[in-house]
């Protein structure tokens, strides 16, 4: 589905502007790629951008943008979004599924998923179901129903470009080489905050403490799960559905310097990497412009910042949402659905006091025991399992004494 030498023709641009919606146009993802929309003028049109509740950032985006559409899933905050487009053409939605209509948005040529969060699944359905490219960041979307998403893109001949930096560099390695010589794929994790950290030391940490990346400026949620290495327990799955590679031949290596982005070991023994600066207005820039090359002014990378790039083993058994993420994987049905929805719960929980570090693990380590085996495949069925895990991970949060802060 992603192989570069064999996608849907109908990835290839149009030769004007890019025709292109944002899902979660106000977030991390979101505002780079309008900074890449931006230092490319004429190469791209933003058709639709849409927001949950930042109402204020929303309004900026669309009077520079100008888009046809833009939605705000927080219905509350509708009449001053429409208030202050008022006497502009553009049209003003509200509530999840303006998502799908947003999704769906004649005028895209492409849409970049960049909601977090299993809130991206319905979406990226609608996106499919119109024959859009995708341009996903949403990983969580491919985690919650891998099997069904591949199916349905093959099905719509819809080709999914990675945004995330691991699957990105994959992709890229994997420009020009057949299927059959992939031996493995490896991504890179920096180790988060916490790298090196023991069971014991990670009993003890602050909400602020694993807020802070040592490479990235992201999203709430994704840097706490990279703290956590849950964010890459989503990657591997993400890779699994993404490259059609089992979880026995993905690997994941701690590189702490994140420049290195993700390796491909072929048949040979050969290893293609892909390297270049943190920085994620280049992985959104390769999939929004992709099969084309777009220059920019972005900051390069230097060998004399970087004398050194170091590797280390990733320790799943410390770090345990690793090692569950690739049970998960392994044991296939809805457990990686399970997974991501009791790892959103725990990680909200987390963020919010009321679960400590290590409780996140035991959520994940819970709704895994407990939630019943189900299909891979079927939408309304998993559907329901993120259902299920939600509620009975809240419900094994309020039984948890609250951390001591
Ligand atoms: P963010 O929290 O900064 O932004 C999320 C966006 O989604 C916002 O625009 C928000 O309004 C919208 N949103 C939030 N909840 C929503 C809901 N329930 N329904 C609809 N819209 C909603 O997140 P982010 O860091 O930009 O991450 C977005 C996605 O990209 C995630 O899946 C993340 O894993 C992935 N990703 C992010 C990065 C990064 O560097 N930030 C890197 C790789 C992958
Ligand atoms: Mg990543």
């Known amino acids: 589905m992603a192989h570069p030498d064999n996608l849907s023709p109908s990835v290839i641009p149009p030769q004007g502007p890019i025709g292109i919606s944002i ?3 106000t977030g991390s993802i979101g505002q780079q790629a309008l900074e890449v929309v931006a230092a490319h ?3 791209f049109r933003v058709v639709a951008l849409t927001a949950q509740s930042n109402c204020e950032r929303l309004i900026a985006q669309a009077l520079r943008y100008r888009p046809e559409l833009v939605v705000i899933g927080d219905t509350g905050a509708y009449p001053a979004l429409k208030a202050a487009l008022a006497g502009t053409s553009i ?3 509200a509530g999840a599924e303006g998502l799908e209509v947003a999704a769906a948005w004649p005028t895209a040529d492409r849409v970049l998923t960049a909601v977090v969060g299993a809130a991206g699944l319905k979406p990226t359905v609608a996106a499919i179901a119109a024959g859009k490219t995708l341009c996903l ?7 919650v ?3 069904y998403i591949r199916r349905l893109a ?3 001949g819809v080709t999914i470009l990675p945004v995330d930096s691991e699957h990105s560099a994959l992709f890229q390695a994997l420009v020009g080489e057949a299927p059959a010589s992939v031996h493995k794929l490896i991504l890179t994790a920096s180790g988060g905050p916490f790298r090196g950290y023991t069971r014991a030391q990670l009993a003890e940490v602050t909400v602020a403490a694993a807020l802070k990346h040592p490479n990235w400026v992201m999203g709430a949620k994704i840097t706490i799960d990279s703290a956590s290495l849950l964010n890459k327990g989503l990657e591997v799955i993400e890779a699994r559905w993404l490259f059609d590679v089992p979880a026995e031949r993905i690997e994941v290596i701690i590189h702490p310097q994140s420049i290195v982005h993700s390796l491909v070991e072929f048949t040979d023994g050969s290893l293609k990497a892909q390297l270049g600066t943190p920085d994620m207005r280049l992985p959104i820039q390769y999939a929004l412009a992709y099969p084309e090359r777009l ?3 972005f900051p390069r990378f230097r060998f004399s910042d970087h004398p050194s790039l170091t590797f280390e083993p990733a320790d799943g058994s410390v770090f345990r949402a ?3 993420a690739f049970a998960a994987l392994g044991a296939g049905g809805n457990r990686p659905c399970v997974f991501n929805a009791a790892g959103e719960v725990a990680n909200a929980a987390f963020r919010a006091g009321r679960l400590p570090f290590l409780g996140m693990y035991h959520a994940l380590e819970h709704a895994l025991a407990t939630v019943p085996q189900g299909p891979e495949d079927e939408l309304e069925a998993l559907v329901a399992a993120d259902a299920e895990t939600r509620a009975l991970t809240e419900a094994f949060v309020a039984r948890q004494p609250q951390p001591v802060s």
């Open 23 to 25: 899902l979660g146009a």
């Open 41 to 43: 003028p004429g190469r």
């Open 91 to 93: 049209q003003v939605l």
């Open 137 to 143: 960041a949403n990983k969580e979307t491919l985690v």
């Open 145 to 147: 129903a891998g099997a």
């Open 154 to 156: 093959q099905r719509h």
């Open 295 to 297: 220059g920019n002014d």
């Open 322 to 324: 690793l090692d569950l």
